[in-house]
């Protein structure tokens, strides 16, 4: 799930701005809008897990059996990449 995480954000941050008022963010404001908010992944009406964005750049990434990992992200092009412990 954590790669799909890291698919689906950096998707978010890549998308080209539409009419709706979307647009890329840069990794520093990526970082603005995400330090201490935690991101909640539902699929299929289930949750699929979270992401809690810390101080640093450092994520938690909690899977929907509640068992946690450690991991941060980092900017690489237009992409926002995620790396984990495990």
Request: net charge negative; proline share 5%.
């Given at each position: 799930?954590?790669?799909a995480?890291?698919?689906?954000?950096?998707?978010?941050?890549?998308?080209p701005?539409?009419?709706?008022?979307?647009?890329?963010?840069?990794p520093?404001?990526?970082?603005?809008l995400?330090?201490?908010?935690t991101?909640?992944?539902?699929?299929?009406?289930?949750f699929a897990?979270?992401?809690?964005?810390?101080e640093?750049?450092r994520?938690?990434?909690?899977?929907?059996?509640?068992?946690?990992?450690?991991?941060?992200?980092?900017?690489?092009?237009?992409?926002?990449?995620?790396?984990?412990l495990d």
């Amino acid at each position: 799930m954590t790669r799909a995480t890291a698919a689906l954000l950096a998707l978010l941050v890549a998308l080209p701005a539409s009419g709706s008022g979307e647009r890329i963010v840069g990794p520093e404001e990526f970082e603005d809008l995400t330090e201490g908010y935690t991101m909640r992944f539902i699929q299929d009406g289930r949750f699929a897990g979270a992401e809690m964005f810390h101080e640093g750049r450092r994520v938690t990434w909690q899977y929907p059996n509640g068992a946690c990992t450690g991991g941060g992200w980092y900017p690489e092009g237009d992409a926002i990449c995620f790396v984990y412990l495990d």
